[in-house]
Nanobody
């Protein structure tokens, strides 16, 4: 059973930065894709960024150029560096690996 532990959320002013971390443990195999999703109040959960074990990445258009996803395959950890944050980035951010979701971490962008 894979277990996920997320960290790094918080309150930041517009234009600020945060870095989210997600550590996955308990997998006997290497993890293929590792993803970050987010869900804002009253909205559907959306895929923000994804990274394969080979390092290929994808981003939703609204975060391109501002967010960077990376991973450490030895530690089974994925990161999301978020720069130039905007109020519309406010949401609960969830880490996802195949078959398992994290508990979510709140990101609030407000002055």
């Amino acid at each position: 059973q894979v277990r996920i532990v997320e960290s790094g959320g918080g309150l930041v002013q517009p234009g600020g930065s945060l870095r989210l971390s997600c550590a996955a443990s308990g997998s006997s195999r290497s993890i293929s894709a590792m993803d970050w999703y987010r869900q804002a109040p009253g909205k559907l959960r959306e895929l923000v960024a994804s990274i394969t074990s080979g390092g290929s990445t994808m981003y939703v258009d609204s975060v391109k150029g501002r967010f960077t996803i990376s991973r450490d395959n030895v530690k089974n950890t994925v990161y999301l560096q978020m720069n130039d944050l905007k109020p519309e980035d406010t949401a609960i951010y969830y880490c996802h690996v195949p078959g398992t979701w994290g508990q979510g971490t709140q990101v609030t962008v407000s002055s």
